[in-house]
């Protein structure tokens, strides 16, 4: 049997001893002739090469609540004070490599010497797009911040990062992050890996935030299943004020819907829990799968408009945007 050299912990309703899996759910593991059967098919859309930014300079502290989009899974929570990033990615390409792999086609929509002080930075996994060795070294070397991640992640982040300050849970584990601030694991139809022979040897998550200016819910990536663990979710936390909901990275549907949801189930997310308002995110920065660069956004307005919600309570979250949050509907700039 493989030893996973990232955690040791005791076997448990997701975690085997050896590796983290979905509790009830289709797997998401894909093997080499899946892999070739997709991408064989030639189904990729043509993304453009570069997409313009505005980029952000957000104010060094926030009293209430904003949420700017860095890209992809990266964005700046700013609430009651507190500075905090979801899942930092400044590098060029979601990739082991310098030269191969992702390439980004959106700058991040903060440069990284606008950054205000950073508190805290959330992981969600250890996916490339979401764990960035590169990024973290620097968030360390200028601001240090408390990481916090699901577990096993991080061995990853300590080999990477001599000296970083990390925090780990388990799903539905509650951390404190200081000056009133807390983040409740969530539980996430996903897996990971960064090598072929460490599948799902480190756990994923969604990071639920509880801060004085309202809760903020960043889903992490994640397929929709059966639904059970986001009506779990609504149950035990309450509907959180914003939802960060993953839109984009889902075609092929066949392929992709074990760990990906769609837009359509990205509606259905935002409903089971009841959130106030939701921004669409895991889009338009890196290609990962088939769909076209803009169809997440479209297809978005499509699945809002068939549920009956209007159209400003969820926004397809775009790179340099600053979305303001309170009693009135979400805003840009």
Same mark, same amino acid.
């Given at each position: %049997?493989?030893?996973?050299?990232?955690? /040791?912990?005791?076997?448990?309703?997701?975690?085997?001893?050896?590796?983290?899996?979905?509790?009830?759910?289709?797997? *998401?593991?894909?093997?080499?002739?899946?892999?070739?059967?997709?991408?064989?098919?030639?189904?990729?859309?043509?993304?453009?090469?570069?997409?313009?930014?505005?980029?952000?300079?957000?104010?060094?502290?926030?009293?209430?609540?904003?949420? *700017?989009?860095?890209?992809?899974?990266?964005?700046?929570?700013?609430?009651?004070? %507190?500075?905090?990033?979801?899942?930092?990615? $400044?590098?060029?390409?979601?990739?082991?490599?310098?030269?191969?792999?992702?390439? =980004?086609? &959106?700058?991040?929509?903060?440069?990284?010497?606008?950054?205000?002080?950073?508190?805290?930075?959330?992981?969600?996994?250890?996916?490339?797009?979401?764990?960035?060795?590169?990024?973290?070294?620097?968030?360390?070397?200028?601001?240090?911040?408390?990481?916090?991640?699901?577990?096993?992640?991080?061995?990853?982040?300590?080999?990477?990062?001599?000296?970083?300050?990390?925090?780990?849970?388990?799903? $539905?584990?509650?951390?404190?992050?200081?000056?009133?601030?807390?983040?409740?694991?969530?539980?996430?139809?996903?897996?990971?890996?960064?090598?072929?022979?460490?599948?799902?040897?480190?756990?994923?998550?969604?990071?639920?935030?509880?801060?004085?200016?309202?809760?903020? $819910?960043?889903?992490?990536?994640?397929?929709?299943?059966?639904?059970?663990?986001?009506?779990?979710?609504?149950? =035990?936390?309450?509907?959180?004020?914003?939802?960060?909901?993953?839109?984009?990275?889902?075609?092929?549907?066949?392929?992709?819907?074990?760990?990906?949801?769609?837009?359509?189930?990205?509606?259905?997310?935002?409903?089971?829990? /009841?959130?106030?308002?939701?921004?669409?995110?895991?889009?338009?920065?890196?290609?990962?799968?088939?769909?076209?660069?803009?169809?997440?956004?479209?297809?978005?307005?499509?699945?809002? /408009?068939?549920?009956?919600?209007? =159209?400003?309570?969820?926004?397809?979250?775009?790179?340099?945007?600053?979305?303001?949050?309170?009693? &009135?509907?979400? *805003?840009?700039?």
């Amino acid at each position: %049997m493989a030893r996973n050299r990232y955690y /040791d912990g005791p076997p448990s309703d997701h975690f085997d001893g050896t590796r983290f899996f979905n509790p009830g759910q289709a797997s *998401t593991d894909r093997g080499l002739r899946a892999v070739l059967r997709w991408k064989l098919a030639g189904a990729a859309a043509k993304w453009p090469v570069t997409v313009p930014v505005t980029p952000a300079m957000p104010r060094p502290r926030v009293d209430g609540l904003s949420v *700017t989009m860095v890209g992809h899974a990266a964005l700046l929570i700013q609430a009651a004070g %507190m500075n905090i990033l979801t899942d930092p990615v $400044w590098s060029e390409r979601a990739s082991p490599f310098r030269r191969v792999g992702p390439k =980004r086609v &959106t700058a991040p929509g903060i440069p990284f010497e606008a950054l205000p002080p950073i508190d805290v930075v959330l992981l969600s996994h250890a996916h490339y797009d979401h764990l960035d060795i590169a990024t973290l070294r620097r968030l360390h070397a200028v601001y240090d911040p408390l990481m916090a991640m699901p577990l096993g992640n991080d061995a990853v982040v300590r080999a990477g990062v001599p000296g970083a300050r990390c925090v780990t849970g388990d799903w $539905w584990d509650r951390i404190d992050l200081g000056n009133g601030v807390a983040t409740t694991l969530t539980p996430a139809n996903h897996w990971s890996n960064r090598w072929p022979s460490d599948t799902r040897m480190t756990l994923w998550s969604g990071h639920y935030l509880e801060t004085r200016a309202g809760t903020i $819910w960043f889903v992490g990536d994640t397929g929709y299943g059966d639904g059970a663990i986001f009506r779990q979710v609504g149950e =035990r936390l309450g509907p959180p004020d914003v939802a960060l909901i993953p839109i984009g990275a889902y075609e092929p549907r066949w392929f992709m819907a074990a760990q990906h949801v769609d837009p359509a189930d990205a509606v259905r997310i935002f409903t089971d829990v /009841d959130a106030g308002r939701a921004l669409g995110i895991h889009w338009g920065t890196f290609q990962l799968t088939d769909e076209a660069r803009d169809a997440p956004a479209e297809e978005l307005a499509a699945a809002l /408009d068939a549920a009956g919600i209007p =159209r400003d309570r969820f926004v397809a979250a775009e790179p340099g945007g600053v979305y303001h949050f309170g009693r &009135t509907p979400v *805003t840009s700039r």
